[in-house]
């Protein structure tokens, strides 16, 4: 692994326009569940930094649960199998659960939760993804907020990784063609 060079990176989305969508995620989330409690999920670990500031505009009474499957390898290709790594620690049985995650990409890994998920009968499921490749698409699954649709391209930080590095950029940056795989 080269050594990061933060400082050449290219923003694709500042922090100032990722905390902005954000906010609106939140109040959009908050005025569906009509007062009703949320169970939050997310998928760690990418999905870390999005759930603590999505949390942060949500006005309901929220708690969090996590999960964490993997189905990535080290680099930057899917190997296309999803496991189970981490199960939730409560029970989701009639409760109104969202499943926070980082990145909706070939839909494998949300097809595989959603389908886990829904085996224990929450009163509703719903996805709320910060970032949507549409064109990278196996599965048939979208989410029901979306922070920003974007074309095929590998991006780094706000939680997101290469290889385990780059989760702590404030930033979401495009991954340099050229970086190694
Ligand atoms: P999916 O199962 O293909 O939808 O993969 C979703 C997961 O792949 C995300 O939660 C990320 O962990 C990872 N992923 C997909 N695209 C990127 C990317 O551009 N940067 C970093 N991780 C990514």
């Known amino acids: 692994m080269t050594t990061p060079n933060y400082q050449s990176l290219e923003v694709l989305y500042s922090r100032e326009q990722i905390a902005a969508r954000v906010a609106e995620m939140g109040a959009q989330i908050s005025a569906d ?18 759930l603590s500031d999505l949390a942060r505009s949500v006005t309901a009474d929220a708690t969090f649960d996590f999960v964490a499957v993997s189905s990535y390898g080290k680099g930057t ?3 296309g199998a999803v496991k189970l790594i ?9 409760k109104n659960v969202l499943v926070v995650e980082d990145i909706l990409d070939t839909g494998l890994t949300l097809s595989y939760l959603r389908k886990l998920l829904l085996q224990q009968r929450p009163k509703s499921l719903r996805i709320a993804t910060l970032l949507d490749k549409p064109s990278r698409r196996l599965e048939k699954i979208e989410a029901d907020y979306v922070g920003f649709s ?14 385990e590095h780059y989760r702590n950029l404030p930033d979401i940056c495009l991954m340099s063609p050229d970086h190694p795989e």
């Open 86 to 94: 981490k199960d939730l620690d409560e029970s989701i049985e009639g």
């Open 77 to 79: 290709r899917t190997s």
């Open 150 to 163: 974007i074309p095929n391209l590998f991006v780094i930080g706000y939680g997101m990784d290469y290889a």
């Open 33 to 50: 569940l009509k007062g009703e409690k949320l169970v939050m999920v997310g998928v760690l670990k990418g999905a870390a930094l999005f």
